[in-house]
């Protein structure tokens, strides 16, 4: 299946932000360390035009150490990009922000000037979680799916940082759909708009590739197959999926498979690495989506 998803909302929050981009100083363009490429919207890219950029990969507590690291390296090549792997609910790794922000824009963040900075990024990446650690309290609605923000909003810090929450935006016309599954594995497309078992197959058939041995011992397997419906399947039995008769709920296995991988629970996952195309990345020429 296809994974298309543009509700109605991301159209208006595109205009609002390009208007809103002209007043900023600085952009926080939230990425989930998982997935950097993938999770990075060429729309935000463009409005971005030449203003300085920090690259928040959040969710750094999920991501591969090691790819992570790599990552940084590379964005930092880029002028105007700072990269800064965190998790967005603990103070201590945020906070970082804030300097790292009056370092971009070093006149503003005094008394009558504040310093604008607005918050961008796809669906479910973490942005009014950000927010809310910063602000040292909940301001902005968080949730476990995406599309929990549909409109801008303003919330003022009290150290002369003013934020923008805006809503999560992602692209009309989705051709790549590596990158479209990707983000369906980690959550950040809504579940109205796919097929959570050809979902789970991908996500399988990565984690068979990449990390066999997280497989292995979170499920207690003694050996891992060489076919996603396989692995699915002996996940499934694990976890108790099954219908009369004993055969494995193939759908119910990829959910419960996809909700232990979005929450961490296999161990620290990064579904792709810099200056890997998809294919290569995704595992090969297996799990490429039907
Ligand atoms: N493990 C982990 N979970 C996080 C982190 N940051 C946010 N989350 C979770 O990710 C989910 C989405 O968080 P939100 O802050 O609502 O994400 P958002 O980017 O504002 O989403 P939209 O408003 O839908 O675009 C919530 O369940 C958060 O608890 C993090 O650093 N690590
Ligand atoms: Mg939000």
Redesign the pocket.
């Known amino acids: 299946m296809t994974i298309e998803w543009y509700p109605g909302h991301m159209g208006k929050a595109h205009q609002k932000i390009s208007e809103l981009i002209r007043t900023v100083d600085v952009i926080i363009e939230?990425l989930d360390a998982r997935l950097p490429a993938s999770s990075s919207n060429h729309l935000l890219q463009e409005l971005r035009r030449n203003k300085p950029c920090i690259k928040v990969m959040?969710?750094?507590?999920?991501a591969d150490p090691a790819v992570t690291k790599a990552w940084v390296r590379t964005f930092e090549r880029e002028t105007g990009i700072r990269a800064l792997p965190?998790?967005?609910?603990?103070y201590r790794e945020v906070n970082q922000l804030t300097r790292l922000c009056l370092q971009l824009a070093p006149t503003r963040g005094k008394p009558g000037r504040p310093l604008r900075a607005m918050v961008v990024?796809?669906?479910?990446?973490?942005?009014?979680?950000?927010i809310?650690t910063l602000a040292g309290k909940c301001m902005?609605?968080?949730?476990?799916?995406?599309?929990?923000?549909t409109c801008a909003q303003q919330i003022e810090l009290r150290n002369g940082i003013i934020l923008s929450?805006t809503?999560?935006l992602l692209w009309p016309d989705m051709s790549d759909q590596v990158a479209a599954y990707r983000l369906a594995t980690t959550g950040a497309i809504g579940a109205g708009a796919l097929d959570y078992t050809e979902v789970g197959l991908f996500a399988a058939e990565f984690m068979m590739q990449r990390y066999r041995e997280l497989l292995r011992s979170r499920y207690q397997l003694t050996d891992v197959a060489d076919s996603a419906t396989a692995v699915l399947e002996a996940v499934g039995r694990r976890l108790g999926c099954l219908v009369a008769g004993g055969e494995i709920d193939l759908h119910r296995a990829a959910e419960a498979f996809l909700r232990e991988l979005r929450?961490?629970k296999i161990g620290r996952v990064s579904f792709e690495e810099p200056g890997q195309d998809a294919g290569e990345a995704s595992g090969g020429e297996g799990n490429q989506p039907a």
């Not at 959040?58 to 999920?62: A, I, T």
């Not at 902005?140 to 923000?149: E, F, H, S, Y």
Request: a positive charge; proline letters at 8%.
């Open positions: 939230v959040n969710k750094n507590d999920l965190l998790s967005a609910k603990q990024g796809i669906p479910n990446v973490g942005k009014s979680t950000l809310n902005a609605r968080v949730g476990d799916k995406p599309a929990i923000t929450d809503p999560g929450a961490g």
